[in-house]
Antibody
Framework: QVQLQESGPGLVKPSETLSLTCTVS??????????WSWFRQPPGKGLEWIGY???????YYNPSLSSRVTISPDTPKSQFSLKLNSVTAADTAVYYC?????????????????WGQGTMVAVSS | EIVLTQSPATLSLSPGERATLSCRAS??????FAWFQQKPGQAPRILIY???IRATGIPARFSGSGSGTDFTLTISSLEPEDSAVYYC????????FGQGTRLDIK
């Protein structure tokens, strides 16, 4: 049974870098037709895709955030990380990691079928 | 960016009734489409993927239909635990979500 768990600081100062880690238990991030993803949800608002990495480590980012985001794997630890730089109050949100299971190839479609519980990150001085 | 517009914004129904939630895409997304349920304080849970395939463990009262730009999530006979916000999502070009439909079971 694959499970995901986010971890990292709950408070980040404006202009600094937000860093989170997602630990995957019960499976490897480097095998199978899966993408490993980050999402966020500001308080009281909807969901936003941040980006993902393929099982081979190729990253794909939301164009609206791509200049500030890095997602990278740590395969031996079965973890993947999110770094978002130059944060502002608008980056305050619950951050989720999730697994995308590819269905008919990996270029489109698929199912974000397993999610972490989420971690709240506030940006404030 | 593909914009997904959900309707209605809020839906209030009684147990046993049928719920119909809609989502329209600003351009065709084929069948690369999913529905999620989110309850307060919880992560989203996938209900439907590839437009009409029920995810593992999802009750049969949930069904999805549509292709191209117009999609529907139907809950055939509402249970009290179906109170939640429902989001549509596409992964034809990037990944985007609708703004959500809040379903209240009174």
């Amino acid at each position: 049974q694959v499970q995901l768990q986010e971890s990292g600081p709950g408070l980040v100062k404006p202009s600094e870098t937000l860093s989170l880690t997602c630990t995957v238990s019960g499976g490897s991030i480097s095998s199978g037709e899966f993408f490993w993803s980050w999402f966020r949800q500001p308080p009281g608002k909807g969901l936003e895709w941040i980006g993902y990495i393929s099982s081979s480590g190729s990253p794909y980012y939301n164009p609206s955030l791509s200049s500030r985001v890095t997602i990278s794997p740590d395969t031996p630890k079965s973890q993947f990380s999110l770094k978002l730089n130059s944060v502002t109050a608008a980056d305050t949100a619950v951050y989720y990691c999730a697994r995308l299971r590819c269905t008919s190839g990996c270029s489109r479609g698929g199912a974000f079928d397993i999610w972490g519980q989420g971690t709240m990150v506030a940006v404030s001085s | 960016e593909i914009v997904l517009t959900q309707s209605p914004a809020t839906l209030s129904l009684s147990p046993g009734e049928r719920a119909t939630l809609s989502c329209r895409a600003s351009e065709s997304v084929g069948s690369y489409f999913a529905w999620f349920q989110q309850k307060p304080g919880q992560a989203p849970r996938i209900l439907i993927y590839d437009a009409s395939i029920r995810a593992t463990g999802i009750p049969a009262r949930f069904s999805g239909s549509g292709s191209g730009t117009d999609f529907t999530l139907t809950i055939s006979s509402l249970e009290p635990e179906d109170s939640a916000v429902y989001y549509c999502q596409q992964r034809n070009t990037g990944v985007t979500f609708g703004q959500g439909t809040r379903l209240d079971i009174k």
